[in-house]
């Protein structure tokens, strides 16, 4: 079993940062995804940024030059700063972790963002 805690989270006004972290602990893949995903009211959960333990990312187009995913090397902990946050940007943050290849399998418990002035 895989636990993810996820710390970070709450308001901040259009064009703010903020940053989330997630630490994983339990019987984690060698080869492994972590990353974020995040579900707005009334929508689908999506992929906002994944990073492999081999160091290869990737971002929702809507994202990109605007939140940067990163790993603490040899743990399993990652991070995500959000800069020029947007009121689309208002979610709840999901912290995912797959072995890679795989799909999410294991989620943390969520952390609401909310962009708002």
Not at 35 to 48: H, N, T
Not at 93 to 104: H, Q
């Amino acid at each position: 079993q895989v636990q993810l805690v996820e710390s970070g989270g709450g308001l901040v006004q259009p064009g703010g940062s903020m940053s989330l972290s997630c630490a994983a602990s339990g019987s984690i893949p060698g080869f492994n995804v972590m990353g974020w995903y995040r579900q707005a009211p009334g929508k689908e959960r999506e992929m906002v940024a994944i990073k492999t333990n081999g160091g290869t990312s990737d971002y929702v187009d809507s994202v990109k030059g605007r939140f940067t995913i990163s790993r603490e090397r040899g743990w399993n902990t990652i991070h995500l700063q959000m800069n020029d946050l947007k009121p689309e940007d208002t979610a709840v943050y999901y912290c995912t972790l797959y072995a890679f290849g795989g799909s999410p399998k294991h989620w943390g418990q969520g952390t609401q963002v909310t962009v708002s002035s």
